[in-house]
């Protein structure tokens, strides 16, 4: 969904001029330009104004991997010791928001179109997650939504993979592209934990709310 630089502003209590401003800066991720009017990605919106709520700083990438694996698996050796006891605590206190915002930093989000070979081959180059995975009935189920083909592939690849992927499959940046690549610098954690989130952040409108139903059941296991 797109947000005009009004709207935004409007979200975040701020000016319109102070939201071009935080979209000059590439805080917000800008869509596209009608005329003289600039559009934003309304998730990026809204996780800058999680960022200005004062959730608590956000997890570097190998601790939000490791607040996942526990709560996909129940265990994790990413961190050790005190620092493992503190987030096993600290996870079921969170809500759904709260951890959206905290495990931002799991990965680098791009958008790209594919330009060269089939997507089922570039599908098979990932570790499929938010709306590639809802392809999959059994996922679909667990959201309560209706499975099939989005029309959009998305998942993760580890950094060092990125440039091999790019050049391979010819991925070129483009705002409205139907490749939605995350870039993670750990190895990401596949299941319904880790699609919530990315449909939580990036789904459309009617996926969201199951998404973030479904963190909050998981947190309160």
């Known amino acids: 969904m797109e947000l005009t630089i009004a709207e935004a502003a409007v979200r975040l209590g701020v000016t319109p001029r102070q939201a071009q401003r935080l979209a000059e800066a590439g805080r917000l991720q800008v869509v596209r330009r009608v005329g003289r009017t600039l559009l934003v990605e309304d998730t990026s919106v809204t996780a800058l104004a999680r960022d200005r709520s004062g959730a608590g700083r956000r997890w570097n990438g190998r601790t939000a991997w490791a607040a996942i694996e526990l709560l996909?698996?129940?265990?994790?050796?990413?961190?050790?010791?005190?620092?493992?006891?503190?987030?096993?605590?600290?996870?079921?206190?969170?809500?759904?928001?709260?951890?959206?915002?905290?495990?931002?930093?799991?990965?680098?989000?791009?958008?790209?179109?594919?330009?060269?070979?089939?997507r089922d081959?570039?599908?098979?180059?990932?570790?499929?997650?938010?709306?590639?995975?809802?392809?999959e009935p059994a996922m679909a189920a667990r959201f309560g939504l209706a499975g099939g083909d989005t029309?959009?592939?998305?998942?993760?690849?580890?950094?060092?993979?990125?440039?091999?992927?790019?050049?391979?499959?010819?991925?070129?940046?483009?705002?409205?592209?139907?490749?939605?690549?995350?870039?993670?610098?750990?190895?990401?954690?596949?299941?319904?934990?880790?699609?919530?989130?990315?449909?939580a952040e990036r789904g459309i409108t009617r996926e969201r709310s199951p998404a973030r139903a479904v963190l909050q059941d998981v947190l309160a296991r």
């Open 72 to 118: 996909e698996h129940g265990r994790t050796d990413r961190v050790t010791g005190s620092t493992a006891s503190r987030l096993r605590r600290r996870l079921p206190q969170l809500s759904a928001d709260e951890l959206m915002h905290l495990a931002t930093d799991r990965a680098q989000t791009m958008r790209l179109t594919q330009t060269r070979r089939r």
């Open 151 to 199: 029309g959009i592939v998305e998942g993760y690849v580890l950094r060092e993979n990125l440039a091999e992927l790019q050049e391979r499959f010819g991925l070129m940046p483009d705002a409205e592209g139907e490749v939605l690549l995350r870039v993670a610098d750990q190895a990401p954690v596949a299941g319904i934990v880790t699609s919530a989130l990315d449909l």
């Open 121 to 135: 081959a570039l599908e098979a180059a990932l570790m499929l997650s938010g709306r590639s995975a809802l392809a």
